[in-house]
C-alpha cells in the first residue's frame, strides 16, 4: 500500500478484530495548509492486503496512536492539533473514531471553532465537525496509548486507557511529558484524564526535561511498559505489593 511520505510520519495501523480490516492513520503534512492528498490528517480502511482502500475519518491533523477498544471493536486516536494559535488553543485530544466523521482540521477546532488563518473557508465541513471525546490540553502532543487489560493493578483501572504525552516545544511553559489514565465505562470515556506517571519536568519553566514518554503497551503480568525518547528507556510499572 502506497501512503503519502514527508511531513508528519504517523504511520499507525490497527487490525479490526475479525482481522478483515486495517485501518491506517497518516497526519497532516503542514499545521493549517489544505492537503491535496486526502489520506493525511485521515484514517484510511483497506483490507489487509491494503486493496479496498476508502477514507474512514478525516479531519485528524495527526492522529499518531489507532487502537480499537476490546470490548465493542470502536476505533480510537490520539491527536496532536496545530500549533500557533497561543499556549493553551487548541487541545490535543483522545476521541472515538466514526465512519465519515469528519473532525474539524484544518478549517475548526473543538467542533465550530474556526481558525481563522486558513483560507478559503469550509463553513459547511465546519458545521458537521465532530467535538472530540476527551480534551487533554494543548501541545501535549499525545503519541501511543494502550487500553488496559490486566489484572495486576486495581479494579477502577479495568477497561481504561493509559497514554503517553510527549510534550511540545509550542508553549511557553511545559507540559505533558507524562503518562496520563483516561477511565473507562461500558467501553466509553467516564472522565476526565488523570496524571499517572510524572516527574519529568523539574520546572515547567525552563527548559530541560528528564524524559518524553512515547509508548505504552500492557505486559503479560499485568505491568506497564512504558518507553521513553528522551531519556532512551524503557520503564516498567507494577502495583506496589
Not at 162 to 185: D, M, T
Not at 187 to 212: A, C, E, I, W, Y
Request: hydrophobic residues 35%.
Amino acid at each position: 500500500m502506497d501512503l503519502p511520505r514527508r511531513g508528519h510520519s504517523t504511520r499507525a495501523v490497527a487490525f479490526s478484530a475479525d482481522g478483515k480490516h486495517l485501518f491506517v492513520s497518516v497526519g497532516s503534512q503542514s499545521n493549517i495548509d489544505i492537503e491535496s492528498d486526502t489520506r493525511r490528517a485521515a484514517v484510511t480502511i483497506c483490507d489487509p492486503d491494503g486493496k479496498n482502500a476508502r477514507l474512514y475519518a478525516t479531519g485528524l491533523r495527526n492522529p499518531v496512536g489507532i487502537a480499537l477498544e476490546p470490548t465493542t471493536g470502536v476505533l480510537f486516536t490520539s491527536v496532536n492539533e496545530r500549533d500557533g494559535l497561543g499556549d493553551d488553543l487548541p487541545p490535543d485530544y483522545f476521541t472515538s473514531v466514526q465512519d465519515g466523521g469528519f473532525y474539524g482540521w484544518p478549517y475548526s477546532y473543538i467542533g465550530s471553532n474556526v481558525d481563522p488563518r486558513v483560507n478559503p473557508q469550509k463553513p459547511e465541513l465546519v458545521a458537521k465537525a465532530i467535538i472530540p471525546d476527551v480534551l487533554l490540553g494543548a501541545h501535549r502532543a499525545p503519541l501511543q496509548f494502550a487500553f488496559y487489560t490486566g489484572k495486576q493493578f486495581p479494579a477502577s483501572f479495568q477497561g481504561g486507557v493509559f497514554l503517553c504525552e510527549h510534550g511540545s516545544w509550542n508553549r511557553s511553559q511545559r507540559a505533558g511529558y507524562q503518562v496520563v489514565f483516561i477511565p473507562f465505562k461500558d467501553g466509553k470515556p467516564s472522565g476526565d484524564p488523570q496524571p499517572f506517571m510524572t516527574g519529568l519536568v523539574p520546572d515547567p519553566t525552563k527548559g530541560n526535561v528528564n524524559g518524553r514518554p512515547v509508548g505504552v503497551t500492557v505486559a503479560p503480568d499485568g505491568s506497564l511498559l512504558v518507553s521513553d525518547d528522551g531519556a532512551q528507556v524503557v520503564y516498567r510499572i507494577s502495583a506496589a505489593k
